[in-house]
């Protein structure tokens, strides 16, 4: 029995007809579950028994669409690695509607790996198994760690192989966002000089992700402050995480503050700001210690093509815009540098914290030190004998200075620290493995990392495991796209 009312809402469907193109999913062989995310549908207030059942699996796998609802692939284009390309676009994925949390606020829900639209190109509009756990497990993990994020909902294999370098098993991931409206969604139609569809997609981000603004003087203004500032706060908890996103592509960069298309991304294990994953980032663009820089650069690219309606006269709307984007470094730089000190447990500056927080991060790299476990290591030291508890780091010296520093400890907050600095982190070498048992069949390690990854911030000894950085032999050098 179908339910009575639609599944999913229509409000990316209510838009100019030119922001998408109306396609259905294409039906696969043989679906089967991999996983429902139980908790995130009972928030978005979805009938989970329905959703579990076979017309869940159904509409997960793109097999029978929703009643009521109709598909969609989202036009977009964007900078990739600095190069303008006009025609991307959803070429694997579908946007099927929006739900509502508790709370009223919306969220879409896009399948990914469900077949070709008219922007696939050459692609085959699949995606395989991989990647898609790659993604749910991390997205996950970075919802529990507190980054704003894409989530996943469902999960799903085909039964049909997809070919990459090999035939792999193919799957779909479905994901829930505030929107997945991109800086490049916006490039799309600044490109095509199309004022109509920058107005809607303006009106639409800001009833998604900004309601304050409704009523604003200069809507487009207001969203490109809002857009700057939220990008700021993201990336720097990115930093502060030791997350690496690995195709900071405009396309990649969403509006509503959250992180996006998971592919090539990792955590650092041992701390160095150089550090670069992504097998396809052959200069390093990508680079943890470019992240800002780059946000920033994406920032002004959507400037530029919000222009056009942030003033009529140009020259008044380029320093509009310019204003914005100059709140970037500044707010960067006040949540990193707050979110630095809470590492290191201090709740309030005074003078020399920020320098000591960074002379600690500069003997990370000199030690090589795992970037998570030596900020969780100092998070459990006792101050009161913090040579005996020092004596198992190889920072024995900044500890000394940190508890003089601090008046003896006495400005050190071990239970901030405690919620700052995760005891788990999706490491690669983990989600690599995972991934080997789930080509096995055995999705066993799946489920048990994302059950660690659920609490990351809480010690739990019998996954001591989880903790530990890969040995030199696991060691994950570069990760792939996977498309
Ligand atoms: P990504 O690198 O995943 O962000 O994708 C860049 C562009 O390539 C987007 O327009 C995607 O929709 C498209 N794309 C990636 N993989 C595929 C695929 N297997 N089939 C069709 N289009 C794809
Ligand atoms: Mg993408």
């Given at each position: 029995?179908?339910?009575?009312?639609?599944?999913?809402?229509?409000?990316?469907?209510?838009?100019?007809?030119?922001?998408?193109?109306?396609?259905?999913?294409?039906?696969?062989?043989?679906?089967?579950?991999?996983?429902?995310?139980?908790?995130?549908?009972?928030?978005?207030?979805f009938?989970?028994d329905?959703?579990?059942?076979?017309?869940?699996?159904?509409?997960?796998?793109?097999?029978?669409?929703?009643?009521?609802?109709?598909?969609?692939?989202?036009?977009y284009?964007?900078?990739?690695?600095?190069?303008?390309?006009?025609?991307?676009?959803?070429?694997?994925?579908?946007?099927?509607?929006?739900?509502?949390?508790k709370?009223?606020?919306?969220?879409?829900?896009?399948?990914?790996?469900?077949?070709?639209?008219?922007?696939?190109?050459?692609?085959?509009?699949?995606?395989?198994?991989?990647?898609?756990?790659?993604?749910?497990?991390?997205?996950?993990?970075?919802?529990?760690?507190?980054?704003?994020?894409?989530?996943?909902?469902?999960?799903?294999?085909?039964?049909?192989?997809?070919?990459?370098?090999?035939?792999?098993?193919?799957?779909?991931?479905?994901?829930?966002?505030?929107?997945?409206?991109?800086?490049?969604?916006?490039?799309?139609?600044?490109?095509?000089?199309?004022?109509?569809?920058?107005?809607a997609?303006?009106?639409?981000?800001?009833?998604?992700?900004?309601?304050?603004?409704?009523?604003?003087?200069?809507?487009?203004?207001?969203?490109?402050?809002?857009?700057?500032?939220?990008?700021?706060?993201?990336i720097?908890?990115?930093?502060?995480?030791?997350?690496?996103?690995?195709?900071?592509?405009?396309?990649?960069?969403?509006?509503?503050?959250?992180?996006?298309?998971?592919?090539?991304?990792?955590?650092?294990?041992?701390?160095?700001?150089?550090?670069?994953?992504?097998?396809?980032?052959?200069?390093?663009?990508?680079?943890?210690?470019?992240?800002?820089?780059?946000?920033?650069?994406?920032?002004?690219?959507l400037?530029?093509?919000?222009?056009?309606?942030?003033?009529?006269?140009?020259?008044?709307?380029?320093?509009?815009?310019?204003?914005?984007?100059?709140?970037?470094?500044?707010?960067?730089?006040?949540?990193?540098?707050?979110?630095?000190?809470?590492?290191?447990?201090?709740?309030?500056?005074?003078?020399?914290?920020?320098?000591?927080?960074?002379?600690?991060?500069?003997?990370?790299?000199?030690?090589?030190?795992?970037?998570?476990?030596?900020?969780?290591?100092?998070?459990?030291?006792?101050?009161?004998?913090?040579?005996?508890?020092?004596?198992?780091?190889?920072?024995?010296e900044?500890i000394?200075?940190?508890?003089?520093?601090?008046?003896?400890?006495?400005?050190?907050?071990?239970?901030?620290?405690?919620?700052?600095?995760?005891?788990f982190?999706?490491?690669?070498?983990?989600?690599?493995?995972?991934?080997?048992?789930?080509?096995?069949?055995?999705?066993?390690?799946?489920?048990?990392?994302?059950?660690?990854?659920?609490?990351?911030?809480?010690?739990?000894?019998?996954?001591?495991?989880?903790?530990?950085?890969?040995?030199?032999?696991?060691?994950?050098?570069?990760?792939?796209?996977?498309?």
């Amino acid at each position: 029995m179908n339910s009575p009312k639609p599944l999913f809402g229509d409000q990316y469907a209510q838009l100019p007809p030119q922001l998408y193109v109306k396609q259905d999913a294409t039906p696969v062989a043989a679906p089967s579950w991999i996983k429902l995310n139980a908790g995130l549908a009972e928030a978005l207030q979805f009938d989970t028994d329905f959703l579990s059942g076979d017309e869940g699996l159904a509409i997960f796998a793109g097999n029978q669409t929703a009643k009521g609802t109709s598909p969609l692939a989202m036009a977009y284009s964007g900078h990739q690695f600095g190069h303008w390309n006009p025609k991307l676009g959803d070429g694997r994925a579908l946007l099927l509607g929006d739900a509502a949390d508790k709370s009223g606020q919306r969220f879409d829900v896009q399948l990914k790996g469900s077949g070709p639209t008219p922007f696939s190109r050459n692609g085959d509009g699949r995606a395989a198994l991989g990647p898609v756990l790659r993604e749910y497990v991390i997205s996950e993990a970075m919802h529990a760690l507190g980054v704003p994020t894409t989530r996943a909902l469902a999960a799903v294999q085909t039964g049909e192989p997809v070919r990459r370098e090999t035939a792999l098993p193919g799957a779909v991931i479905t994901r829930v966002a505030k929107s997945f409206v991109r800086v490049g969604t916006f490039q799309n139609f600044a490109a095509r000089d199309d004022k109509e569809a920058l107005r809607a997609l303006v009106d639409f981000s800001i009833q998604r992700h900004a309601p304050e603004l409704t009523d604003a003087d200069r809507p487009a203004l207001e969203f490109l402050k809002k857009t700057v500032l939220s990008q700021a706060e993201l990336i720097a908890k990115w930093q502060l995480l030791g997350f690496i996103h690995g195709v900071m592509n405009t396309d990649n960069m969403s509006v509503a503050g959250e992180t996006i298309d998971y592919g090539p991304c990792a955590f650092m294990d041992e701390y160095d700001p150089a550090t670069v994953f992504s097998s396809i980032d052959h200069h390093g663009r990508y680079a943890y210690q470019n992240q800002p820089r780059i946000a920033q650069w994406n920032l002004m690219v959507l400037a530029q093509s919000l222009l056009p309606i942030i003033d009529e006269d140009e020259d008044q709307a380029l320093a509009f815009a310019q204003d914005a984007i100059n709140l970037f470094s500044g707010h960067f730089e006040t949540q990193y540098r707050r979110g630095l000190l809470q590492k290191i447990g201090i709740a309030e500056e005074q003078n020399g914290d920020f320098e000591l927080a960074l002379s600690l991060l500069d003997q990370m790299k000199d030690a090589r030190a795992d970037f998570t476990n030596s900020f969780r290591a100092i998070s459990q030291l006792d101050l009161a004998h913090p040579e005996i508890a020092a004596a198992q780091l190889p920072l024995t010296e900044w500890i000394n200075n940190w508890r003089r520093h601090t008046d003896n400890g006495k400005r050190v907050d071990p239970t901030l620290m405690f919620n700052t600095n995760p005891a788990f982190i999706p490491r690669n070498h983990r989600v690599e493995n995972m991934i080997q048992a789930a080509l096995q069949d055995d999705f066993s390690l799946f489920e048990e990392l994302l059950s660690v990854l659920t609490t990351p911030f809480t010690d739990q000894p019998i996954h001591h495991a989880y903790t530990l950085p890969p040995d030199p032999d696991e060691r994950v050098h570069q990760t792939f796209c996977g498309t």
